[in-house]
């Protein structure tokens, strides 16, 4: 009898933290299959009602931009990757990189609750007001509300290769892009190692990866953001697997920080 | 050129952008602790014994093997890194039987969480690098943590015991302010490992520049009124001051710690040791209105406005960055550490003064750094073994080769006693790295002000509260920055969505209890299953006697 009994509570207890853990590791795995989809969809644009145009009260993305910091903007857009969904007492919290035909745009910390978030796919449109900010040369939009709309547009990756290094590059700011025929450098001065768990290798498995990349003779640190792709993903394992000198296609969106910070998404031998 | 591009901390400034390091989820938080305390009710009914309550064994069984995990926390400082590891290395030698497995992280919030979530399975690490704000959670269910009353005290094992062979300090010589932050309902439930306070890190040549004579004490006004003064732009709408587009002349990193020094130096109510909250009164009202009236002429702004103070001050456009001294290394034109490149660092004059002050005469700052605390297991061995090791964490070596790393200060007197800390401490200037003379001058600083920290009352539900001491500040200059109206009204509102969204509500009276807000659908459903499963248990119960019964009969 008494087997009996702690053979149930036992079965009751497993049942209920496996349901409990499957449901709170649904949004990594919703952000990393976001990503690996944006890959394997990376399809020329899909064609949908106009992606550039926008309904009525809604900014051009060069009204967007031209708009003035801290004050309230109304975008639409199409969710280009995912990077994660939390939440705290303040409410939920979803980053996410969206396109359209004209520019990019990334929003911080938007309100959006879990159930939408799921919602939200790769190539998915959606209307967002928030606020136009700036953290640490990152435009971004913050606190937006989301309202998703019919409508879908994937966006091509933007080879910026050539702009690497110069002013122009800034323009693209958050765009989905990508870098080719980049050639693996040393992530320390004389280490072999291709990639850095965090920024000076004080990280661990987990951990955003460093990794350096030269093209004409300049070297260029890029990361792999581990909100964005965590260390399940194709991305995170295939830096791991560098070596220095293999030469690679990137391809990543063009976060800022200080500089450009580009966060990789996919990486391949060089075509 | 280094990152730290997302948005982490140094120190317990947290839970600003950085939080996305907390995504794991209160989804997963609330259920592990939901299952916590599930399982507890459970092994209760059943008379189950909770794990048993420590108590130091007569000796250190040396014939037997221990594997012990340590979590720790480093600033994402790869020193930091180096030196747990050769400590391990260290420790290990003097104690072959012990093997220490090190699981490294870059966020107290990481930790709380994983934690939590391990005290459900029990599957808690011997050592981990901590806050007393999360202790007081951990210690939701019983002998999770080890008090370490009996075991600092053990003639034998005790720091400066006998049978020890780790040159740990004795209690007496761990600072006494320290030692008595880590002091919950009147027992020692961690032991101070590094402190540091906040540091105003100040572009000394920008204020000559504009005509002031920086004081030793820096007092708000006089950081209000330079910070204005320096708004000025010319007709190309430059900033005069630095002939830049960008000027931010005062950045704060912690507005949780800026709400909580101002109230202290205006003693002002925050929270009783009881845990009732006094946050929302007039003179925080006050507070914020001066702050917002400078966040709207955008003289000030924070770290999760606008981005690290280190960066603004090293390209010229900050003259006033508050940051924890454990920030030092990023601070200045010669900072070892750097985020921006190098084209837009400018030459500048470094000065490290405390945090602004109302009353220059009796300052006030607060005390913040990491501490150590130990978790219980069955074997009373291996928590034995995870003490040996923590008191080896506070010997000399680990201590002052640690606080050099950045302006942490050793937490033993015997430390700031040594010979080679005191040649360490007189170098400063020597180099831009070992010897950089601004992290030096913080640990100075520090070292010379001990007596004049603070921290806060710690109850469950503390963390909450000092998260809403910043987030009033965020908001009010958000709102400042979009131009909104903030008056008396918005006060009024703010007070009571803050109090909501923070669950503070009914802290508000002595009750001592947290009103957690209505259950989620899913925390809902888990209790609804359990009450399914228990009534399933009942009925096969009460079948089983009627089956007997009948058989009897």
Redesign the interface.
Known sequence: ?KK??AI??VF??T???VS??A???Q??EAAAEAVEAAEDTAAPAEEAAAPAAKSEGVMTYEEYMAAE????VVIEAYVQAKQ???????GPKA?IYAQDEDGAYFL??AVVT?EDYEKLEVGTKFKATG?K?????EIEITEAVIEIEEGSFTAEAFDATALLGTDDLIAHQNEKVSFKGMTVEPAQEGSDAAYLY???????EG??L?FNVSVNGAVY?F?V?S?LCDSSSDVYKAVKELKVGDVIDLEGFL?W???A?PHITSVKAAQ | ???????QTNDMTK?R?A??P???????LF?AL??LG??LL?SGCHGSKDRTEFSVPEAFDESKEYEITFWAK?D???R??TIYEQAIRDFEALYPNIHVNL??Y?DYGKIYNDVITNI?TETTPNVCITYPDHIATYMTGSNVVVPLDELMDDENYGLGGSETKVDAPAKEEIIPEFLNECMLGGHYYAVPYMRSTEACYVNKTFVEKLGYELPDVLTWDFVWEVSEAAMQKDADDNFVLNGQKVLIPFIYKSTDNMMIQMLKQKDADYSTGTGEIGLFNDTTKELLYTIGEHAGTRAFSTFK????PA?FLNAGQCIFAVDSTAGATWMGTDAPLC???ED?IVEFETAVRTVPQFDPAGQKMISQGPSICLFNKEDPQEVLASWLFTQYLLSNKVQIAYSETEGYIPVTSKAHADAEYQDYLSRGGEDNDKYYSVKIDAAQMLLSHTGDTFVTPVFNGST?LR?AAG?LIECVA?SM???ENVDDAYMQKLYSDTKA???LENRMSASGKTDLGPLPS?AKA?IA??VV?WI??LA??IS?QVRKRAKRQ
């Open positions: 009898m009996k009994l149930a509570l009751a207890c049942m209920m933290s409990v853990y449901e709170s590791a949004p990594v910091m801290d004050t309230e994660s969904w939390w939440e705290d007492e303040q980053t911080y910390n879990q606020y900010s700036e953290w640490s040369g965090s920024y000076d290798g004080s990280g661990s951990d955003d460093y640190t990361t953001e909100y976060y920080y200080e500089g910070n | 050129m280094t990152r730290r591009s997302d948005r839970n952008r939080e996305v907390e995504k794991p989820r209160r989804a997963s259920a939901l299952l599930l399982c459970l480093n994402t400082n790869i930091q890194t699981r490294l870059t459900a406005i606008s981005g690290y960066n985020d921006i490149s837009k909450s998260d987030y958000k920055r979009r131009k969204l923070y669950h899913g888990l299953t359990l499963v399933l248990i096969y119960v089983e």
